[in-house]
């Protein structure tokens, strides 16, 4: 066999051998199956951690072992971190503009230099801890941030005595509100039109700048920004005394989650929140809307 011929059969027999060997690592086995599944399902409950796979993020017991050297930001609105809080943070709102924003956390940094940033919110499929995160990287050019995306309410019931809940603290883990009692609260936006009759208030929680103007029931509901809580209490009253229900929308049906704390503190009596609020009004066809405002 000539020289040519041998080096040409060595080739191709490296060629062969090369290619079954990558077959052989791109064929998962049973093993490499159950961690892949693993790796998938463990993002299952975070699908943030898929979206934002930049960001890296903090889990909660490394939240809770570095707790006394980390500065934790609360990245919600100003009335869900009066609400229910952890104990030891501060809230910069993911809602401030840019200028705002980082000169907020800008401070922050300059006084803890060293430190850690973790940001959360509401937790799994919120987004604003990721977003925050983000925020501070790329607009505050602020390093050594991570996100705490399993939130508050894991927070609160993993660590009641790092939590606050309206101003009280260890957290009373009965007094937190489930997803079973706030849906028995809740209405379907149609559901929510055809029962606001005589026998309810109407309170319209949106901020001037959600409402635009645009009244959803023709002036007959009352305007009550949630952190008004003398006007709300106003209501709150009315409705005892003339024994009425208490009917509330927000923008987008999440913010009044919130409120319902306060409510149940304030023994409000019955109430109805609008599924979707003022959003899923807007998706009602009206022919379905007629006569009913």
């Not at 300059?110 to 799994?124: A, L, M, Q, S």
């Not at 019931?157 to 028995?184: F, G, W």
């Not at 503190?265 to 379905?288: C, H, L, R, S, V």
Request: aromatic fraction near 10%; charged fraction near 25%.
């Amino acid at each position: 066999m000539s020289s040519y011929k041998k080096l040409s059969l060595l080739l191709s027999t490296m060629l062969l051998i090369t290619t079954l060997s990558q077959a052989q690592a791109n064929t998962p086995d049973a093993g490499n199956s159950v961690v892949k599944e693993a790796l998938e399902n463990k993002d299952d409950d975070f699908p943030g951690r898929l979206k934002y796979a930049h960001v890296p993020y903090i889990t909660i017991e490394q939240l809770y072992n570095e707790y006394d050297d980390i500065i934790i930001v609360d990245a919600r609105s100003p009335y869900e971190f009066e609400t229910l809080r952890i104990l030891s943070a501060v809230n910069i709102p993911l809602s401030l503009n840019n200028s705002n924003y980082t000169q907020k956390l800008k401070e922050l940094r300059e006084k803890n230099p060293d430190k850690k940033i973790v940001f959360y919110c509401n937790g799994h499929t919120c987004m604003k801890s990721y977003k925050a995160v983000h925020r501070a990287k790329v607009i505050a050019k602020i390093d050594n941030v991570m996100a705490f995306d399993a939130g508050i309410f894991d927070w609160a019931n993993a660590h009641p005595d790092k939590a606050i809940l309206l101003e009280k603290t260890p957290v009373d883990l009965a007094d937190l509100i489930s997803k079973e009692k706030y849906k028995k609260h809740v209405l379907p936006a149609l559901d929510f039109i055809n029962q606001s009759a005589a026998d309810t208030i109407i309170l319209d929680v949106r901020s001037r700048h959600q409402r635009e103007g645009l009244s959803l029931f023709s002036g007959y509901e009352m305007t009550v920004p949630m952190g008004n809580k003398r006007k709300l209490n106003k209501y709150i009253q009315l409705a005892k005394n003339e024994n009425k229900k208490l009917f509330i929308y927000d923008a987008v049906g999440k913010q009044v989650r919130w409120l319902q704390y306060y409510l149940e503190q304030q023994n409000a009596g019955e109430y109805y929140f609008m599924e979707g609020g003022a959003a899923a009004f807007y998706k009602i066809p009206n022919d379905k809307l007629v006569g009913k405002q």
